[in-house]
């Protein structure tokens, strides 16, 4: 039987089952084909904190949402076209995301009278007109996988674990995905267990033919490769990004990267990720909690390395006071914070932006510090390097705003020229600077950064006090005079907002030059702001639009965008944080818009909520 085959311009999938049914593997492994075959994407994993949730319960769906197309796209999308719902949890947790008329993939043997009563279902909706809306796919997977192993000296139980497998391997070829791949990661991670190995490749393998062969699917469909910009490209996480950046960071400055971590959601892969590099000479410590992770970071720092600590929420309020010892010692020191949903605990796999605040004023004392947040996954990479170059060259802490949904998301990563990149290597101090040309004066200040000399400990002629206590100007002995206090306060801020000399101006996107509505964000809502103002544009709206990247200092030019325009949309992922600092600093009247629900922002949401603002114009 000959199929038809239909092509698409873009389509999303969600991958949806129990935690311990491989849904993120399965969704990484159909990204990695999708980004070997040159679509764009972009991609939302979703799961549970609870390291094993009750099977069959709804605290238990993992999803894993992918937007691939033809063409540029900026979100994971706002609602799946193709859901596959492993059990009852999945389907009753997504089912209200899934558009009328979509393609519904059910695995029909976790449709069992126990699995439904745990999820509140009266009776299987697979056997009423409940599903009528969408075009439901009834699949046996688990039996069909149990089949398909049947010559494998496996137990059912180890053989029904393979049936994430056979929904890859279907949907595989549902989409006309690439398999060697995936075949070769299969024989890659079962490499010490070959009959594990064989028996996933026969389950994905018998996926792909079910779908050839079934009557349930008489089409199948094709997405052409997008037409990128020339240059090497992979995929790459948000994560694995901001690591590269670090890497990259250690590289351009000369200086060993040294990473004291303690392990957290969602930062945990950067620990991960850097732990695999020690060839570029870099040392990562596991640190027995966030202060001695921090701690170890400052001392390295101290010793002459790029000092980093990675973190999230909770973490970041354990290294306050040691952040604040960074700033009053003015040494270089990268403090990643890969924002979750709290307070507290919160929800430690969900996403926010909630703690730009406490990034901005949670340290006793003033304490002025850089903020750096990167927008995109792969934009992760350049704001970490973006976060040393600051950080070495103005002798400072570099809060570096990252959060879950950048963490853990992909897209195709362009791989730069490495000639490209910036070179941010500094000279250590190595000698007397004082006018006498014998004495060392550690903070003796450069006139155009109004950094502190970088003395390695050791070295001759340069020792020099160091701690918490206030120091003097220049000498940096111990000082209790009121009026040096107040200038080393003073000078501590016009440092950092100097910086503000050093960064590029706010770039605004105003096609025609004639918007009178701006609509500005911060970290990771670029792509579903971006998404909005497309649409909101092909619609006939005039919109202009703009993003930070450093949030503290703000660009020079920020106040004269701002007023540039009748109305200020500003959606965060709080309760307006950055609209509360803008207000203050220039007396802009901001439209805050907050959602806190742990997702990104959709862009249909955003859409109607900027046209809203435009129609009352």
Same mark, same amino acid.
């Given at each position: 039987?000959?199929?038809?085959?239909?092509?698409?311009?873009? %389509?999303i999938?969600?991958?949806?089952?129990?935690s311990?049914?491989?849904?993120?593997?399965?969704?990484?492994?159909?990204t990695?084909?999708?980004?070997?075959?040159?679509?764009?994407?972009?991609?939302?994993?979703?799961?549970?904190?609870?390291?094993?949730?009750?099977?069959?319960?709804?605290?238990?769906?993992?999803?894993?949402?992918?937007?691939f197309?033809?063409?540029?796209?900026?979100?994971?999308?706002?609602?799946?076209?193709?859901?596959?719902?492993?059990?009852?949890?999945?389907?009753?947790?997504n089912?209200?995301?899934?558009?009328?008329? *979509?393609?519904?993939?059910?695995?029909?043997?976790?449709?069992?009278?126990?699995?439904?009563?745990?999820?509140?279902?009266?009776?299987?909706p697979?056997?009423?007109?409940?599903?009528a809306?969408?075009?439901?796919?009834?699949?046996?997977?688990?039996?069909?996988?149990?089949?398909?192993?049947?010559?494998? !000296?496996?137990s059912?139980?180890?053989?029904e674990?393979?049936?994430?497998?056979?929904?890859?391997?279907?949907?595989?070829?549902?989409?006309?995905r690439?398999?060697?791949?995936?075949?070769?990661?299969?024989?890659?991670?079962? *490499?010490?267990?070959?009959?594990?190995?064989?028996?996933?490749?026969?389950?994905?393998?018998a996926?792909?033919?079910?779908?050839?062969?079934?009557?349930?699917?008489?089409?199948?469909?094709?997405?052409?490769?997008?037409?990128?910009?020339p240059? /090497?490209?992979?995929?790459?996480?948000?994560?694995?990004?901001?690591?590269?950046?670090?890497?990259?960071?250690?590289?351009?400055?000369?200086?060993?990267?040294?990473?004291?971590?303690?392990?957290?959601?969602?930062?945990?892969?950067?620990?991960?990720?850097?732990?695999?590099?020690? $060839?570029?000479?870099?040392?990562?410590?596991q640190?027995?909690?966030?202060?001695?992770?921090?701690?170890?970071?400052?001392?390295?720092?101290?010793?002459?390395?790029?000092?980093?600590?990675?973190?999230?929420?909770?973490?970041? *309020?354990?290294?306050?006071?040691? %952040?604040?010892?960074?700033?009053?010692?003015?040494?270089?020191?990268?403090v990643?914070? /890969?924002?979750?949903?709290?307070?507290?605990?919160g929800?430690?796999?969900?996403?926010?932006?909630?703690?730009?605040?406490?990034?901005?004023?949670?340290?006793?004392?003033?304490?002025?510090?850089?903020?750096?947040?990167?927008?995109?996954?792969?934009?992760?990479?350049?704001a970490? %390097? !973006?976060?040393?170059?600051?950080?070495?060259?103005?002798?400072?802490?570099?809060?570096?705003?990252?959060?879950?949904?950048?963490?853990?998301?992909?897209?195709?990563?362009?791989?730069?020229?490495?000639?490209?990149?910036?070179?941010?290597?500094?000279?250590?101090?190595?000698?007397?600077?004082?006018?006498?040309? /014998?004495?060392?004066?550690?903070?003796?200040? !450069?006139?155009?950064?109004?950094?502190?000399?970088?003395a390695?400990?050791g070295?001759?002629?340069?020792?020099?006090?160091?701690?918490?206590?206030?120091?003097?100007?220049?000498?940096?002995?111990?000082?209790?005079?009121?009026?040096n206090?107040?200038?080393?306060?003073?000078?501590?801020?016009?440092?950092?907002?100097?910086?503000?000399n050093?960064?590029?101006?706010? *770039?605004?996107?105003?096609?025609d030059?004639?918007? $009178?509505?701006?609509?500005?964000?911060?970290g990771?809502?670029?792509?579903?702001?971006?998404?909005?103002?497309?649409?909101?544009?092909?619609?006939?709206?005039? /919109?202009?639009?703009?993003?930070? $990247?450093? %949030?503290?200092?703000?660009?020079?030019?920020?106040? !004269?965008?701002?007023?540039?325009?009748?109305?200020?949309?500003?959606?965060?992922?709080?309760?307006?944080?950055?609209a509360?600092?803008?207000?203050?600093?220039?007396?802009v009247?901001?439209?805050?818009?907050?959602?806190v629900?742990?997702?990104?922002?959709?862009?249909?949401?955003?859409?109607?909520?900027?046209?809203?603002?435009?129609?009352?114009?």
């Open positions: 039987m000959t199929k038809q085959v239909q092509q698409l311009d873009r %389509v999938i969600r991958f949806a089952g129990d311990g049914d491989g849904m993120q593997l399965t969704g990484d492994r159909f990695a084909g999708t980004a070997e075959f040159g679509n764009d994407l972009s991609t939302l994993p979703n799961f549970p904190a609870e390291i094993r949730a009750p099977a069959g319960t709804l605290p238990g769906v993992s999803s894993f949402q992918l937007h197309a033809d063409h540029d796209i900026l979100t994971p999308g706002d609602a799946p076209n193709v859901l596959v719902a492993m059990n009852p949890a999945a389907l009753k947790a089912l209200s995301d899934l558009p009328r008329g *979509a393609d519904l993939i059910v695995n029909t043997d976790e449709f069992t009278k126990r699995n439904l009563q745990k999820v509140g279902y009266d009776g299987s697979l056997d009423d007109d409940s599903l809306e969408w075009r439901v796919h009834a699949v046996p997977l688990t039996s069909l996988t149990v089949k398909a192993l049947e010559g494998f !000296e496996l059912k139980k180890d053989a674990r393979s049936k994430n497998m056979f929904a890859l391997g279907l949907l595989s070829w549902l989409y006309h690439p398999t060697e791949a995936t075949i070769q990661f299969l024989e890659n991670k079962f *490499a010490k267990k070959p009959d594990i190995a064989k028996a996933n490749i026969a389950a994905f393998q996926g792909w033919n079910y779908g050839e062969t079934t009557e349930s699917f008489s089409v199948s469909y094709e997405i052409k490769p997008a037409k990128l910009a240059g /090497v490209y992979r995929n790459i996480s948000g994560n694995q990004a901001l690591a590269y950046g670090l890497i990259a960071a250690s590289v351009q400055s000369r200086l060993p990267l040294f990473l004291g971590s303690y392990p957290i959601t969602p930062a945990s892969d950067i620990l991960h990720e850097l732990s695999r590099h020690k $060839r570029f000479g870099i040392r990562t410590f640190a027995e909690d966030e202060i001695a992770g921090v701690g170890a970071a400052l001392g390295a720092a101290f010793g002459g390395a790029l000092g980093v600590t990675t973190t999230s929420g909770p973490g970041v *309020a354990l290294k306050a006071e040691t %952040v604040g010892l960074a700033v009053t010692t003015e040494l270089p020191l990268i990643v914070d /890969v924002q979750r949903a709290g307070p507290s605990t929800m430690p796999t969900k996403t926010e932006q909630t703690d730009l605040l406490m990034a901005m004023f949670g340290r006793n004392g003033e304490s002025p510090l850089p903020i750096v947040a990167p927008s995109t996954p792969s934009d992760c990479f350049d970490a %390097v !973006e976060a040393a170059r600051i950080a070495v060259k103005y002798r400072t802490p570099v809060m570096l705003l990252s959060d879950g949904y950048l963490a853990n998301g992909s897209e195709p990563w362009r791989l730069p020229d490495a000639a490209d990149l910036p070179d941010i290597s500094t000279e250590f101090a190595s000698g007397p600077n004082g006018e006498d040309g /014998v004495t060392f004066l550690p903070f003796k200040r !450069e006139a155009e950064t109004l950094a502190r000399p970088w390695i400990p070295t001759a002629g340069l020792e020099h006090r160091i701690g918490g206590i206030e120091k003097a100007e220049n000498t940096g002995n111990i000082s209790y005079d009121p009026d206090h107040d200038r080393m306060v003073r000078v501590r801020q016009a440092k950092i907002d100097g910086i503000a050093d960064i590029p101006p706010l *770039a605004v996107d105003d096609p030059g004639d918007a $009178r509505v701006l609509v500005l964000g911060w990771s809502t670029y792509g579903p702001i971006a998404a909005a103002v497309r649409r909101v544009r092909r619609a006939g709206g005039k /919109v202009a639009q703009a993003h930070l $990247r450093h %949030v503290n200092p703000l660009p020079l030019n920020t106040g !004269e965008v701002l007023r540039a325009y009748d109305k200020v949309l500003l959606p965060e992922i709080n309760l307006g944080q950055l509360l600092l803008l207000r203050a600093r220039f007396l009247d901001i439209i805050s818009y907050n959602r629900r742990g997702l990104p922002f959709k862009a249909e949401e955003l859409a109607g909520v900027i046209q809203d603002v435009i129609d009352s114009e």
